[in-house]
C-alpha cells in the first residue's frame, strides 16, 4: 500500500490515530512535532505518521515513545488491517529514503509499527527467517534487536487501558462505559470542544453503543456530547443518524433560555415574567434566582 486509503465502511481510522498518538504523548508535545502523511518525494510515497524530536536530549519515557530518538516514523493498521512481511520491508524502504531525502543521521532514526491484531506471522518471520531477538519490555511491544534500524511492533489490544487509552480505543468493538470514560477523560483535557477527527471517529464506528451511552442517564455525558455539537456542529451527521437531534436541540435551545433569563433577573423582573418571556417553568427559574 503506497497511498493509506481506508475501506472499512468509509471510516477513516488513520486520521483518528494522527490525534491519539498526539493524545498518547501530550506530555512531550512541546518537543515534538507530528507530520502527518509525510511525503518523501514528489510521487505518492507516503509515511502514515512522523514524529521528529525538537530537543535532542528530551527523553520519552511513556512506553510507545521510549524507543524514539531524532526522526520517528510510524505505520498504523487499522483493526480490520495488519502488518505484513512486505508491509514491514515497505516501511524500511522509507526509511532508507528519509534517511537519503533529508540527509538524517542513519542513527537517528526509529520505525514503530501499530496495529490491533497479535502479529504472529510477522514476529516469527523476524525470528526464525532473519534471526532476530525479539523482546517485549512493555505489555503489547515487542523489540526487535539486530535490524538496520531500531524497530516496535505495538499490539494496540494488549496495550493497557490506564496508560494507553488513546490507541487502545482505536476500536468499533468498544463498551458503553469506554466511551463514557473516553469522553469524560477528553473533556477533563479540554479537547472535546474542537473539531477534531479523534471522537467524531469513534462515535462513527461504535454508532450503536452511542446509543446506550446515552441512555445511560448520565447527565455529564449528555451535556459533553451537547456542547461539543453546539459549540461546532462536528457532531451533527451522527446525532442525526442515532436519533439524538431533537433531544440535542432541546437542551441547546434551555440553555440558551436559562442565560436569557439569568439577564432578566439581573434587569429585575418578576419570576413570573421571566417564566413568561423564556417558557422555562418557575422552578427552574426560583433556582437560577438562588
Known sequence: MVVLA???ENIYWHSAFYEAIQLELSEYADSLDFINEYQLSKEALIMDVLVVK????VHIEKNIGSIFKGHNIIEY???KDYISVDDYYKVFGYANLYKAFEHANIDDITITFVETKHPRNLLNHLKTVRGFEIIEPYNGIYYIKGDL???QIIESKRLSKEENIWIKSLSS???AADIAKLLE????IGRI?????????IMDANAEMMKEVLAMSSAVLKEILTEA????GWMKEAFEKNGWMKEAEAKIEERKAIEVAKELLNMGMTIEQVAKATKLSLEKIILLKQ
Open 54 to 57: 525538537k530537543e535532542q536530549d
Open 173 to 175: 468493538n468498544l463498551k
Open 185 to 188: 477523560v477528553y473533556q477533563s
Open 6 to 8: 481506508e475501506t472499512e
Open 77 to 79: 493498521k487499522s483493526e
Open 229 to 232: 455539537f453546539e459549540k461546532n
Open 193 to 201: 470542544e474542537k473539531n477534531n477527527a479523534y471522537i467524531s471517529v
Open 149 to 151: 534500524f531500531p524497530v
